[in-house]
């Protein structure tokens, strides 16, 4: 049961704005464990909770590798999350940021509900599946086109699907959609995949899916929904009849609105040092949209545990000063 | 002005207006975009109760006409006016996003 719209501040559009100490922009692990830390450093502050609250982890079916919850689905594990800040306090507005810009020592912040004046910023926006960029792809979004397994694998249950990617997420997902399909291919660029070996094993001990190596997707082809795609693989072009294609390849990270605030990489992710601190001294970046390693919710909360410690100290020392 | 859920039929003879439009939220339970578009969906029909008319069709009660809608994810939010599909959405959009993609269908099947 996902519940992740309680405890609200205002109503999204009737919230007043005005000065805050801290604003967390974004809604998904590393938000909500920076609205933990920051509510219980007593820390004014509001969660601006962006395109999706629960972020990717609420899309994710299964997550196993979160230590102490040996199994949980990942929408269950992102209420959880938030329940636990609203526990302690922490302020949510339904809102995304649109822009972000700095005045003197502040940075100021409007959302799609209220204008912010605020000491310091996480930017905790997290990531959005990349699209592959073929033909198909957008006509046939929501027509057999999918980045969501948790969300659509039920259409189809006895049916064939393809999953496009070599990661993780895309090994996840497909064993998720195994549960479900009658045949299910995965279609990777490499001649191994990226996962971890548990799952990698998995699917490869999995009698109903099969995987296309070195192979790309060129088409998504079908009339009203989804009929067949053309891959690129080792031995020539191939047309394989399936229903559904699952794409997993990448993430977007959520950076637009911080482009002018702060410095980005190239790939759009947010440039880091010490783990949160950012090019400016009161803006810190927390989970999926930095350039950080590894990209799992355990990852995600612990930058943002050190996100909110690291405003919580220049906040100190603001404190500090006055005396 | 709240979102109305509806099933069957109703999704033909509700959406026929022809002084309003018509968002239709095709989603499911098991579905965590869905859960999270719902309090969107609230808001936007408050915001937007003047011109457009919000409903909510849970796939799994409604198989066939979602079979018919050509619904294979959710959420999918299908934009009627006279009864034939004006727009077509898939997955969660935020409040601001959706308000403004409303208001431009709107604007241009009502007149501003």
Known sequence: ???????????????????????????????????????????????????????????????????????ITGGDLAAALR????????????SSVVSAKPSGNRIEVVTDAASWSARTLIVATGAAPSRLGVPGEEEFYGRGVS??????????????????GGGDSAVKEALHL????????????????????????????????????SSTLLEIRGSDGVESVLLRTPGGEAEVPVDGVFMYVGRTP???????????????????????????????AAGDVTDNELRQVVTAVSDGARAAAAAFELLQRDEGGKG | ??????????????????????????SATWCGPCKMLEPVLEKASEELAARVSFFAV???????????????????????????????????????????????????KLGV
């Open chain 1, 1 to 71: 049961m996902i519940e992740l719209r309680t405890g609200l501040v205002g109503s999204g559009a009737g919230s007043a704005g005005g000065e805050t100490d801290l604003l967390i922009a974004g809604g998904g692990p590393a938000a909500l464990a920076a609205a933990l830390y920051a509510s219980r450093y007593g820390i004014s502050h509001v969660v601006a909770e962006s395109w999706q609250p629960g972020g990717q982890a609420a899309l994710t079916a299964r997550i196993e590798n979160y230590p102490g919850i040996e199994s």
């Open chain 1, 83 to 94: 329940r636990h800040a609203a526990a302690w306090g922490a302020s949510f507005e339904a």
């Open chain 2, 58 to 108: 849970d796939v799994d009660a409604s198989p066939a006409e979602s079979s018919k809608f050509g619904i294979r994810g959710v959420p999918t939010m299908i934009v009627f006016h006279q009864g034939r599909e004006v727009d077509r959405m898939v997955g969660f959009r935020d409040k601001g996003a959706l308000v403004k993609h409303l208001t431009s269908i709107a604007d241009e």
């Open chain 1, 254 to 284: 959520a950076t637009a609105p911080f482009r002018d605030l702060i410095d980005l990489n190239p790939d759009g992710t947010v440039r880091t040092h010490d783990v949160v601190h950012t090019s400016r001294e009161n803006v810190f």
């Open chain 2, 1 to 26: 002005m709240a979102v109305k859920k509806i099933a069957g039929r109703e999704i033909e003879t509700l959406t026929a207006a022809s002084d309003r439009i018509s968002l239709v939220d095709f």
């Open chain 1, 147 to 164: 980045y969501c397994a948790t969300c659509d694998a039920p259409f189809f249950r006895g049916k064939t699907v393809m999953v496009v």
């Open chain 1, 178 to 213: 195994a549960g479900f399909a009658d045949r299910l291919y995965v279609v990777h660029r490499r001649d191994r995949l990226r996962a971890e070996p548990l799952l990698v094993e998995k699917l490869l001990g999995c009698d109903r899916c099969s995987v296309y190596w």
